[in-house]
């Protein structure tokens, strides 16, 4: 069935340091994954996204890696600031599945000054 | 541009009433998402409306129904509410339909119903 499943519910990092949020989804037939940030009373908002034909995508101060053999998505963080802190949702669509998005249950990550 | 606008932001209702949410998607979007999002379930998809039509359905009881506009508007209601259904209820518009081509989904900024 499908499922996506986060790693950590909460990750605590340092201002400047990188942040790596992970997630691990079990339906083979996904072919593109999107990671969304949500921030207190707001709606999810578009990150960066993959295809699976790909393993790596960059954008900026954000890359996510893809690794279809162990079904695992990350999503990496560089010089992480204060206005990173929110809840990180990993998101998949399946082939064929329209616009529908199966989401994880969220990593809260919070950045210490 | 203006993105996804979700109206109302708030709603108190008791339970056994019914409900109607709007969600206007950014100019040009022409496909609408909806989905829950509460604590304990997370965010979960109720349905996807393409051009008038429900496109596709989530595992919600028969009381949560859509609709679409010829503008691409959407509305959604719930009807007889029970208290389990307080939530943040969120709209999602795109592009297309995503069958042949992903396209991102935007989301707005959500109403949050909650039943008493």
């Known amino acids: 069935g499908e499922s996506v499943g986060l790693h950590l519910p909460t990750l605590s990092v340092q201002e400047g340091d990188n942040s790596i949020i992970n997630c691990a989804y079990s339906?083979?037939?996904?072919?593109?994954f999107i990671w969304y940030k949500q921030e207190s009373g707001k709606g999810p908002q578009f990150i960066i996204d993959?295809?699976?034909?790909?393993d790596k995508r960059q954008g900026q101060r954000v890359t996510v890696l893809l690794n279809k053999t162990v079904k695992h998505l990350s999503l990496q963080i560089a010089a992480t600031q204060p206005g990173d802190s929110a809840v990180y949702f990993c998101?998949?669509?399946?082939?064929?599945?329209?616009?529908?998005?199966?989401f994880g249950t969220g990593t809260q990550l919070k950045v210490e000054l | 541009k203006a993105g996804v606008t979700q109206t109302p932001r708030y709603l108190i209702k008791t339970r056994g009433q019914q409900v109607t949410l709007s969600c206007s998607p950014i100019s040009g979007h022409r496909s609408v998402s909806w989905y829950q999002q509460t604590p304990g379930q997370g965010l979960q998809f109720l349905f996807e409306?393409?051009?008038?039509?429900?496109?596709n359905k989530g595992n919600f009881p028969g009381r949560f129904s859509g609709r679409q506009f010829s503008n691409s508007r959407s509305e959604m209601n719930v009807s007889t509410l029970e208290l389990g259904d307080s939530a943040l209820y969120l709209c999602?518009?795109?592009?297309?339909?995503?069958?042949?081509?992903?396209?991102?989904?935007?989301f707005g900024a959500g109403t949050r119903l909650s039943v008493l």
């Open positions: 993959i295809r699976s034909n790909m």
């Open positions: 409306y393409f051009s008038e039509t429900q496109r």
């Open positions: 998101a998949e669509n399946l082939t064929g599945g329209g616009n529908k998005l199966t």
């Open positions: 999602a518009s795109s592009l297309t339909q995503g069958a042949q081509f992903k396209n991102i989904q935007y």
């Open positions: 339906n083979s037939a996904s072919d593109y």
